[in-house]
């Protein structure tokens, strides 16, 4: 039986994050994934993810993100990759509604967050939003805010780079195999996959969509909810093209209302947006991967009110969100085998995240001091 300090099952976002991170302090260290990722079957696809610092879904998080941004331009600078594209980001919202995103009154608390940490932003009003972005339809006494730092990450091509990176420095990857049972017992975990047994020291799970079917009872029903989203691109009709125009958060007083997206990158003349919904949950292996002409009318209806997009020539995609129920993550050893990690940051914001919580899922492992407060990212009891 093959045996390793540390296993890490599932290679997206967080697990190859992780994998380089275990690889770059050099234990010995396999990496398994049920595909062969970068992919588009799980959470991590879609060209494009959001990241900003002030973090208004809690500022547990805004050490993750920091941390995140330096490890990023590690690698950017020993690959030469582009990871992070930095537009500025504007999060906008109507006089009359509020603005709830992930749990969040997302305008008023990134504000607070930025304040507290002192993040570089503007905060705007109707006047201001009109000035700065004349290429967008504002509602009577729009607020907004608008963070210069922020921009975008390319997730396929973070992951890419994470998992290159950590077979360079020694990890071991292997795809397209499924891990399907684990045993902890004393000081070692036996694992069990498709293909093979193995035996390691520590177990690191990262199954995203798939961990609530992976734990099953081990941990509560309602710990996990899957839930399918969608993400549209549009072709433009005015100057959205990165060089002039952020990545945004549209908040309404609820996910009906709310949609985040793109400016046009790499010349292409079309934004992406993305929605929300939390109707109705999936399952990973079943879901519709198919999106409706009636859901693109419905995201097209909403978004040309403030952009000047065309309904023609549009394409959909869906995404798999893992959300906890406070919008939070789990990055925690299970309840019944310490020496089983859970690294489960989605909750629709996670991505950011994932070189940060790499990190932190490597010291805990190791037994090292973690470089964040992980006490918010507990299992509930
Ligand atoms: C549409 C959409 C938009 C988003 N927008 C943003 C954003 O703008 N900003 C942001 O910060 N975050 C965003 N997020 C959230 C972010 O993308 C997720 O938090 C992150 O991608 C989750 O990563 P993960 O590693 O948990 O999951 P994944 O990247 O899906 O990785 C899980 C991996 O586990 C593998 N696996 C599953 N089961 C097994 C098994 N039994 N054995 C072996 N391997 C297995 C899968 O094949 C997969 O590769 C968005 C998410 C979606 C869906």
């Not at 994470?162 to 684990?182: D, F, P």
């Not at 079917?213 to 996990?224: T, Y």
């Not at 908040?251 to 010349?267: K, V």
């Not at 490597?362 to 918010?376: F, H, L, R």
Request: glycine share 10%; aromatic share 10%.
């Amino acid at each position: 039986m093959k045996t390793y300090d540390v296993i890490v099952a599932g290679l997206g976002a967080m697990g190859s994050a992780t994998l380089y991170q275990l690889a770059r302090s050099g234990v010995k260290v396999l990496g398994i994934d049920r595909f062969d990722p970068p992919h588009d079957l799980g959470s991590s696809h879609g060209e494009t993810r959001i990241t900003r610092s002030a973090i208004g879904e809690g500022e547990e998080f805004v050490p993750l993100v920091l941390r995140s941004n330096g490890i990023w331009s590690e690698l950017e600078q020993a690959t030469g990759n582009e990871l992070l594209k930095k537009t500025g980001l504007l999060i906008f919202a109507s006089g009359t509604e509020s603005s709830v995103m992930h749990g969040a009154d997302i305008l008023h608390d990134t504000i607070r967050i930025a304040k507290a940490f002192g993040i570089a932003h503007e905060a705007l009003d109707e006047t201001g939003l009109k000035q700065k972005f004349p290429n967008l339809a504002f509602e009577t006494g729009s607020r907004g805010y608008f963070e210069p730092g922020a921009g975008y990450l390319r997730p396929e091509l973070c992951i890419a780079t994470n998992l290159s990176e950590a077979q360079r420095l020694g990890a071991e990857v292997s795809t397209g195999e499924t891990l399907i049972a684990i045993e902890s017992a004393g000081s070692t975990v036996k694992v069990t996959t498709d293909h093979n047994n193995y035996e390691c020291g520590k177990l690191v799970l990262s199954a995203g969509a798939w961990i609530k079917k992976l734990l099953g009872p081990r941990v509560g029903s309602g710990e996990f909810r899957i839930f399918r989203q969608a993400m549209f691109w549009f072709e433009t009709e005015a100057d959205y093209s990165e060089a002039h125009f952020p990545v945004y958060l549209k908040a309404g007083d609820d996910e009906r209302s709310s949609y985040y997206g793109f400016p046009s990158i790499d010349g292409a003349n079309s934004i992406k947006a993305g929605f929300e919904q939390f109707d109705s949950e999936t399952d990973p292996d079943s879901v519709d991967r198919e999106v409706t002409e009636a859901e693109t009318d419905a995201a097209f209806e909403l978004v040309s009110k403030s952009f000047r997009i065309r309904r023609e020539g549009a394409r959909a995609k869906t995404c798999l969100y893992t959300v906890t129920p406070d919008f939070g993550f789990v990055i925690d050893f299970l309840p019944d085998a310490d020496n089983v990690l859970v690294v489960s940051p989605c909750s629709g914001h996670g991505f950011k995240h994932s070189a940060g919580i790499g990190l932190l899922a490597k010291q805990m492992v190791s037994g090292e001091e973690p470089y964040a407060n992980v006490s918010k990212f507990r299992f509930r009891a």
